[in-house]
């Protein structure tokens, strides 16, 4: 990176502070703890200088470049934020659809430039509202929707393609909510291809992290890869599949773990879509990821986007011979997420998540969600759903971050932090690769091992105050914020099952027979479902139902510890 006169020059320069001045300050004020680490508890010098580039063989053309260029380590755009800002697409959904619409209408109406639509339990697993199954949940944590009925009512009033763009927590159901999106935006007399769906469709993780499953593991990635394929080939400005990091994270996975295990969940998407036929630059540009930011390890949280941009960089060019440098820019969705809140004084929250907004705009990514500061305690209230907004909106338009396209470039410290997360993640997808990848590794509990093991470490060190957590291990307050929480009340469920109940009664029932007939034949065929799906909901057949025919084929699946006591 520069001469060895050069080097030698900083060398003895370091060695003469070394002696001088930090001997004599740690004489007189010593350090406060033994050892600095990050949160996934990598190392930390005291300090960093151009000799950790240099012992490290960092090359800046060619292991950090220029924004746009490969390997996209300071962003995959030359302008970034310059050019456009963050999508501000915050997390919507609970009660009925008429709830949500309310919802997505005032935050659209407070600057919001997109929305994602979070799904109550039972619909994420393809139950509906009147299934014994979904008692008590009906909701709950998201919006209830049961068919196309649901989607027009939470789209009424709202112009899609006015939207930026339109995300959901689908991940078993992905197929499903495609076909919905679309029915509902020619129920508009728009056209799927004026306005952008980014779909989590991200079922693997699930598998790890959180357990929203219908069916085994190999017919759920089937499942996936469909949409995949439908839309590289109807629909290639949609986003098929955002590759999530984020739930893996909130389980206790460290960082490496969170770029490894994302990145060999995505190798395994894109692998079978390949044995599709399709053609790795058609559909890579598409994907993206969602990760979130965790911690308040800000430092960490900014080298870990800048990390997995290069890891996706090298995997598409050198693994899968991707030669499109569109297919080299990963685009990131984040979420500066609730894993850092505590219910012990909630209002701590609001500066928590603003570190976060702020570790993820100085990281580079595209998209931003920002959790309520109440989400500890109840589904959040419109009061914070504005606030998490205006958060997000502050930091673009006051802090002064996006006036520079990676501010924290050539940061000694960064771009160690950087370059070794990298290579810790590199090392531990190649353990994921002998095991024999994301499914053979998801299926023998290797991902469920592993952050099982961070998880507990990490409560550990919060429990001996190792880790302090402001207003709860340390500094706690006996008196706590008068915070009423936002209720979902029970007639919501009642309502609900009255409203899927009369819709099944006013239906073409035959229609909608002959319609899940035609799902059962391409599941049994294993052909894509998505064109038989799509004819399905346009007939108002219902999640549930489509979920069951799809169940009666492929299976269910079930926790192995359930399973083992049936």
């Given amino acids: 990176m520069f001469d060895k006169n050069t080097a ?20 007189q004020q010593g350090e406060r703890k033994p050892q600095f680490q990050t949160w996934s508890e990598l190392p930390v010098k005291r300090i960093y200088t151009p000799l950790d580039l240099e012992e490290r063989g960092l090359d800046y053309v060619n292991d950090i470049g220029f924004p746009g260029e490969f390997p996209n380590v300071r962003g995959i755009e030359p302008t970034m934020y310059r050019g456009k800002l963050w999508e501000r697409v915050q997390l919507s959904g609970f009660g009925l659809p008429e709830d949500t619409n309310k919802r997505i209408k005032y935050l659209i109406e407070q600057g919001q430039t997109g929305f994602y639509i979070a799904l109550d339990l039972p619909t994420q697993i393809g139950y509906d509202p009147d299934n014994p199954l979904s008692k008590g949940e009906v909701g709950k944590v998201g919006v209830s929707i049961a068919s196309l009925e649901d989607m027009e009512k939470v789209f009424d009033g709202i112009d899609l393609a006015a939207v930026s763009q339109i995300r959901t927590t689908a991940m078993a159901i992905g197929p499903i909510m495609i076909a919905l999106f679309i029915a509902a935006a020619e129920k508009q007399g728009i056209s799927p291809k ?15 992290a959180r357990g929203t499953c219908l069916f085994p593991v190999k017919p759920s990635l089937k499942f996936a890869v469909d949409v995949i394929e439908y839309c590289t080939k109807y629909l290639p400005h ?18 490496v773990q969170e770029l490894a295990f994302t990145m060999a969940n995505a190798i395994a998407y894109i692998e079978h879509s390949l044995k599709r036929g399709l053609q790795i630059d058609d559909f890579a540009p598409q994907i993206d990821m969602l990760v979130g930011c965790a911690t308040l390890d800000i430092f960490e949280e900014i080298a870990k986007l800048r990390a997995l941009r290069k890891l996706w960089a090298h995997i598409l060019r050198d693994r899968f011979g991707a030669r499109k440098s569109d297919s080299w820019r990963l685009h990131i969705n984040s979420f500066a997420s609730g894993l850092v809140s505590t219910a012990q004084e909630p209002l701590n929250n609001i500066v928590r998540i603003g570190i976060e907004t702020l570790a993820l705009a ?13 989400e500890p305690l109840c589904t959040p209230s419109e009061e914070a759903a504005r606030i998490a907004l205006r958060t997000s909106q502050i930091v673009a338009y006051e802090t002064g971050v996006t006036n520079v396209v990676d501010p924290l470039g050539g940061s000694y410290y960064v771009e160690s932090l950087t370059d070794e997360l990298f290579r810790q993640a590199s090392e531990l997808l190649k353990k994921v690769d002998t095991v024999g990848g994301s499914l053979v590794a998801i299926e023998k509990g290797f991902y469920h091992q592993e952050i099982s093991r961070s998880s507990y470490k990490d ?13 709860v291990n340390k500094f706690a307050s006996a008196e706590q914020a008068r915070i009423k929480p936002f209720v979902i009340h029970p007639e919501v469920e009642v309502k609900r099952r009255e409203q899927i109940q009369q819709l099944k009664a006013r239906r073409d029932n035959n229609k909608v027979n002959r319609a899940l007939a035609d799902i059962r034949e391409a599941a049994i065929k294993e052909d894509n479902t998505v064109p038989s799906i799509l004819e ?21 699946w079930l926790p192995e510890s359930t399973a083992t006591h049936l």
């Fill in 8 to 27: 030698e020059s900083i060398r003895k320069a370091q060695e003469k502070w070394e002696k001088e001045i930090l001997k004599k300050s740690l004489e």
């Fill in 194 to 208: 004026d306005f952008t769906v980014r779909i989590q469709n991200d079922v693997l993780k699930e598998f790890v």
């Fill in 238 to 255: 949609w986003s098929p599949i955002s590759v999530a990091g984020v739930h893996m994270r909130l389980a206790g996975a460290t960082a």
């Fill in 362 to 374: 100085l990281g580079g990514s595209q998209d931003i969600g920002v959790s309520a500061f109440d």
């Fill in 459 to 471: 409560q550990k060190r919060v429990e001996n105050g190792d880790r302090v957590v402001i207003g």
């Fill in 536 to 556: 399905a909901v346009k007939a108002y057949s219902t999640i549930g139902e489509i979920s069951d025919v799809l169940r009666s084929v492929w299976g269910e």
